[in-house]
Structure formats: C-alpha cells, structure tokens
C-alpha cells in the first residue's frame, strides 16, 4: 500500500484495508489473468466482456484508449467522475498486468471467457447443489421474483417488462400498459414486484420504478423513485394506484442508486427502499426522499406508528434513513426481525438490522472509500448512528436477501442467503440476532445475482443478469 495513501486512512480503515490487502494477497497470488477478471471485473463488464453495469471490453473504439499501456493505466487508477475504481493496492502489479492481457487477448479470441455450461453439481458445507438452468430466452434483465403459487410467477425486466412464468416458461403473450420507466441505462428502470398478503382475493402487484414526469428519456431530466399498484387482467396492466410519488420539487437530476426493493412484514406494512440517488447528504435530510428506508400500509396511506408520523416538514412515511442504498429486505421466519442489505461505495457493503426511526450513517460514516480512492470520511462510527453486524470490504455489491424456509434444505433452515452482484455470488449466512457467525459462498460466476426466493415447491429460485437467467437450485 502506497504510503501516501495509507497516511490519508483513519486507524479503523487502516487496519481493515491492510487486513484484506494481506488476504486477497494470499488469495490471489496464483490467480491468472480469467481468475482475476471474474472475481474483480465481471460484476460490471459482464462474464463474456461484452458489458453490463459497465461499458463492454469486446469492441474497436475505446474511450480511453485500448492499446496495453493504456488499459494498465485505466486498471490501475481508474477513471475520475465514474464507478471506475483504481486497483493499485487492491491487486498486485502482475495481477493487474495478467488481466490486461486476458482482456487484449479477448478481442481476437473470445472463446477465452466462455463458462461451464449448466447443469452444474456444486458442493457445499451441508449439500451437493443441482444448479440448472430454467429460462434463459426472452428474459430481458430480470430484476425481481414473486410467485402466485406454484404453477406461475411474476418477474420484473429492468427495461419496462412485467413477465408472466406459467409451469417454468415464460408467457409469450406480452403484459401491456405498464408504466413509463426512466433512468435503464445504468441501475434505474422498472426494480421490485411485492403480491399484495391478499393477493388470492384482491389481485394487487405492487411495482416500483424511476420515473420522471415528463416520461423523457433525457439524462438531465429530473426522476425519483415511483411506487404504485395494479392488477393484471387478459395481459392488461388495470387500476392503476399510486402509492408513494414525490412533488417535483424534490426530483433530482442524473440520479443514480435508485433503490427499490419491497417487503411486506407479518403486520401487512409495505416496507420500500430509495437509495441515495448520487444525492449522498440528503440521505441525512428527512424532508428529501434520497438515502431512505420506508414504510406504509398497503393503500398507501401512513402507518400512525411510522417514526416521523404527524411532522408536517418530513416524509411521513421514511422508517429510517442515512441509507446509502438498500436493495435487500427480509424478515426472520421466527424473531420476526427485518434485516436490511447495502451498497456500500468502494468497500463497505452492509448487513444491517432495521429499527424504526435509526440513522445508519451514510456519508457521515462509512467503512468504505470513494470510488476514485478519496477518503468520504474519517469515521467509522458516531454515537446516535447505527453500526452494521457485518460489513464486506471489498464491496460485493450487495443485493437481495432471502431466509430459507420449507422443508427442502432443513439444514439450512432460518439461514440467510445473500446475493452480490459484482461478485457473481450467492452466500449463505447464520445469523443470530446482531451477530453472523458464518458464511459460505455457495456459487459465484455464473451472472449479477439480483434476486432470489425459496419457491412454492421449496427450491431456491435465483434470477441472474449477464446472462440473463432464472436459475432453479436443489439439493441433489
């Protein structure tokens, strides 16, 4: 680690950043240039390099230059401005040289980067896992999983899609009438999809997305994170409500960390999730929507208990805030808690236990640096903010969260299973209230992991971006 960076580093982060300098050193020393391309570039260029959150490295043209000496310098201290982060003191000089050569090699021989074909057969702690592949065409950038029961399910596409699954294929009849999504070039479009408790008797989906009033497509265009419900009726989008919009007051323009990912608790409350939209301070402002967890009942109307409730200068319905980007919610099958995953910057994604009314920190607290290697802040921790029960530095980008239930892993029961994007993983944890007393990677490489649910018929159902897929996981 250069000096000069180390000497910019609080105590805390100092000791965190040297602690996994030495282990992804041991890690990583005989890594070649695919391995380290998967574990650390795949997340955001896509496995076969042909893009996904980031820009594809198959092409002609380079923005910054595609010849050796320039992607060296690109990997090494990033791109300014951009999620291009530096990775000088995250890998080794001959790391960093042997992926720039399995990047330069790809452009003529892209059979480098191509994956074991599913159905794979993985060991784990407790079992051997069945990984096959379900649906692979005409999903267009799943985002989020609910099933009615256990013949369909309904899954949301990034660009706009509302897909119906019937007996494991995909409904080739288009569901139409959906609203107007914004903001799809980067981590906004159409996100999460909650079925109403009632949904057997009532029908309502509830969907959330970026939207702009206008309905432009233009970057500088001011959006905000939408919620609303409707029904599907003869693949018609029907009755539609909104349930949470904002004033254009309060839009933001070239908003990113867009959210937006649904729970409904024991009680019937809709619990909903705005990241902080780029907008990093008004996660701590509680009149701005940005940087929040919410909370209402499923009319839309505000729960009298919610922790801001009656205070006419905040949005009533925020349960709690300084969230820098939370797109995972689950609650405990047993204790009832809710547990809350995210994105950090550059190191620091979290797991957090929700609690009414808490401040988890962000920016004033973070155990992550910017993405072009500046400190945000020299704290770790402040008193009257939450503290994470585990953290992971590097960021895997953390994503959707899951508790296993059903009868079909009984040795992963009440176990949470937590996904990353940037990281291609699904990993299993035990959690015991406050604390995580173990994690286990159980797949990583085989896409984004965006979502995942136990299903009607207890397998584990996961959805993939770069490929898209829906994956089906049981244990052999």
């Known amino acids: 680690m250069p000096k000069s960076f180390a000497a910019m580093l609080p105590p805390g982060k100092l000791v965190a950043l040297a602690g996994l300098c030495l282990t992804l050193s041991v890690q990583t020393l005989a890594q070649n240039g695919q391995i380290v391309y998967k574990n ?8 076969q390099l042909k893009g996904s959150a980031g820009p594809a490295l198959i092409k002609k ?15 090494r201290n990033g791109i300014p401005s951009t999620e291009m982060s530096k990775f000088d003191g995250v890998l080794s000089a001959k790391e960093i040289e042997a992926v720039t050569d399995f990047i330069l090699n790809a452009q003529t021989s892209p059979e480098l980067v191509r ?9 784990t702690k407790r079992y051997k896992l069945r990984i096959e592949k379900l649906v692979t065409e005409g999903l267009l950038s ?5 099933f009615v029961d256990s013949n369909q399910a309904y ?22 009438g959906l609203p107007k999504v914004y903001g799809t070039d980067l981590v906004g479009g159409m996100m999460d999809l909650a079925l109403d408790p009632d949904y057997k008797t009532n029908g309502w989906i509830y969907i959330g997305f970026s939207h702009n009033p206008q309905n432009s497509t233009d970057k500088k265009t001011p959006g905000m994170t939408k919620i609303v419900r409707g029904k599907v009726q003869s693949h018609q989008w029907v009755n539609e409500q909104t349930l949470f919009q904002v004033p254009d007051s309060l839009l933001v323009t070239g908003g990113t960390r867009w959210g937006c990912r649904f729970l409904f608790d024991r009680q019937g409350h809709l619990f909903f999730t705005i990241g902080d939209m780029n907008r990093a301070n008004d996660a701590q402002i509680v009149s701005k929507p940005s940087g929040k967890i919410y909370r209402i009942n499923a009319d839309g109307s505000i729960p009298n208990d919610n922790p801001l409730y009656g205070q006419s200068t905040a949005l009533q319905a925020i349960y709690s805030w300084g969230n820098r980007n939370a797109q995972g919610l689950a609650q405990h099958p047993v204790t009832g808690i809710v547990y ?3 994105h950090g910057p550059q190191g620091g994604d979290e797991l957090n236990i929700l609690k009414k009314g808490a401040n988890y920190g962000w920016p004033v607290i973070t155990y992550g640096i910017d993405y072009n290697g500046s400190i945000i802040t020299n704290e770790t921790q402040r008193e009257g903010m939450e503290q994470p029960i585990t953290y992971w530095t590097p960021s895997i980008a953390v994503s959707a969260i899951e508790f296993v239930t059903g009868k079909r892993f009984p040795r992963w029961q009440n176990n949470l299973l ?7 993983e699904i990993r299993r944890l035990v959690v ?6 173990e994690q286990e990677v159980l797949l990583k490489g085989y896409g984004r992991v965006r979502d995942l649910k136990i299903g009607p018929d207890g397998a584990l159902y996961v959805l993939t971006n770069s490929p898209d897929a829906l994956l089906r996981i049981t244990p052999e």
């Open 40 to 47: 650390y570039c795949a997340g955001c260029h896509g496995a």
């Open 61 to 75: 043209e380079w923005k910054h230059g595609g010849d050796r000496a320039s992607l060296l310098t690109t990997i």
């Open 115 to 123: 994956k074991t074909d599913l159905p794979l057969h993985v060991d």
């Open 142 to 146: 799943p985002w989020g999983i609910e």
């Open 155 to 176: 899954i949301t596409g990034k660009n706009g899609e509302l897909f119906s699954l019937v007996n494991g294929k995909l409904d080739n009849q288009p569901i139409t």
């Open 340 to 342: 809350a995953s995210e």
């Open 418 to 424: 937590v996904t990353a994007l940037k990281f291609e």
């Open 432 to 437: 015991d209230g406050d604390k995580v007393t």
